[in-house]
């Protein structure tokens, strides 16, 4: 029998091919060497300065929409691409969030929804990290609420003419390309944007308290005209916007599993280190029962998000699957920070350790792709057959 591992008490280890562990190692690697040792001071400064670089990085390892098959992705599984999220997002969520929305919102919707064409253009330098891309959904007055949306693409003889606002989108101010989505006279349509077409703006938010090694943005579109292959023309309505935060929850899930290990981790080094009264404050009950308690929710949901990984590779992931886990493995992943916090005592709220920086962080992954109210009324719609969103 082999003895217990407290990095995988479950062997969890044991239900990953070679493959899949060499995927995770190597950006387990990277996040180790270009990562962790600056982002610390990036966090304080709020900015990610080298973000190009980190892109090309990326692409170079196939991590940008590695989970789409041709144009240069790497076609790996749904696994793979979550145990990618987990290491990213280990390091630091703002990392995670750019692949994510490169891979699973950007160049999700061209491979998804867009034309050949559209393929042909943006997908190869997407996966490269030679070209950024951002997701524009989400408005200033409206959020979980999309199909209010104002933004709005008018017809101009065979032009699209683009006017609205979006908010809190990352990547904004640096992608060379955007999805935004708009109410047409068809309905909801998605568009293709090169962010330097005139009109288009996209000014930096500041004054965040989380995320902060990200790039956060509002885009601006003022009369901007776009030709009428721009938009993307294999989808109408909710349906595309919806797919595409469908495929990015799914990195969550083990994204913040990742923030909850990297905590977990933390809290265990200080409580067998750290002395008080004469011995490791590991020693003490009230500390192994808040580490057993971490452990238990960590390891089940990594497990979690295993299963659904495995679904999502049978074509049998649903929807509603994705928000529960997305709701467990958010949720008790800022409980896992916060816990961890109490064992580092005044030293949680360093910088020297990762502990206050992911719990920070993951209160914006709680927001976004969808609130914890959305997904429980997801779950209770799916459970009970009624619709209680409006």
């Known amino acids: 029998m082999s ?13 990953l091919a ?8 190597t950006v387990r690697n990277w996040a180790a060497d270009r990562v962790l040792p600056h982002v610390a001071e990036w966090y304080e400064k709020g900015e990610l300065p080298v ?5 090309r990085e990326l692409g170079s390892l196939g991590a940008l929409g590695m989970s789409l098959s041709g144009y240069g992705c790497a076609g790996a599984t749904a696994v793979q691409y979550g145990l990618v999220c987990l290491e990213l997002e280990a390091a630091d969520s703002g990392i995670r969030s750019l692949v994510s929305v490169q891979g699973s919102l950007a160049m999700y919707a061209i491979h998804r929804f867009g034309s050949e064409e559209q393929k042909q253009e943006w997908l190869p330098r997407m996966a490269a990290g030679e070209v950024i891309g951002c997701f524009g959904l989400t408005e200033p007055d409206h959020g979980s609420d999309p199909a209010s949306m104002r933004t709005r693409a008018k017809r101009d003889g065979t032009d699209w ?38 009109g288009f703006s996209a000014p930096e938010i500041k004054h965040k308290w989380s995320l902060r090694a990200s790039v956060t943005s509002e885009l601006v579109l003022d009369d901007v005209r776009l030709p009428a292959d721009a938009v993307l023309p294999e989808v109408t309505g909710l349906r595309g916007p919806l797919t595409c935060l469908s495929h990015a929850r799914y990195g969550i899930v083990w994204g913040a599993m990742g923030a909850a290990r990297s905590s977990f981790e933390a809290a265990l080094d200080y409580a067998t280190s750290r002395e008080q009264f004469g011995k490791p404050i590991g020693a003490f009950q009230l500390t192994q029962a808040k580490l057993a308690d971490m452990a238990v929710e960590l390891h089940k949901g990594i497990l979690l998000a295993h299963h659904l990984g495995r679904r999502m590779d049978a074509g049998r992931l649903r929807p509603e699957q994705v928000s529960f886990g997305k709701l467990n493995n958010v949720r008790e992943a800022i409980e896992i920070c916060r816990t961890a916090r109490t064992i580092l005592g005044a030293n949680g709220i360093s910088l020297e350790y990762p502990v206050m920086r992911h719990a920070t962080n993951l209160e914006s992954v709680l927001t976004y792709e969808g609130t914890v109210e959305m ?16």
């Open 18 to 25: 070679p493959e899949d562990l060499a995927v995770r190692d």
């Open 161 to 198: 003419v683009l006017n609205g606002r979006k908010m809190w989108i990352t990547n904004g101010s640096v992608a060379g390309v955007a999805i935004v989505w708009a109410q047409t006279e068809d309905g909801i349509r998605g568009f293709v944007v090169p962010t330097d077409t005139p």
């Open 375 to 390: 997904h429980q009324l997801v779950l209770g719609k799916a459970l009970t057959g009624l619709d209680a969103f409006r």
């Open 51 to 55: 973000i190009r670089e980190l892109t």
């Open 3 to 15: 003895s217990f591992d407290p990095a995988d008490p479950l062997g969890i280890d044991d239900l």
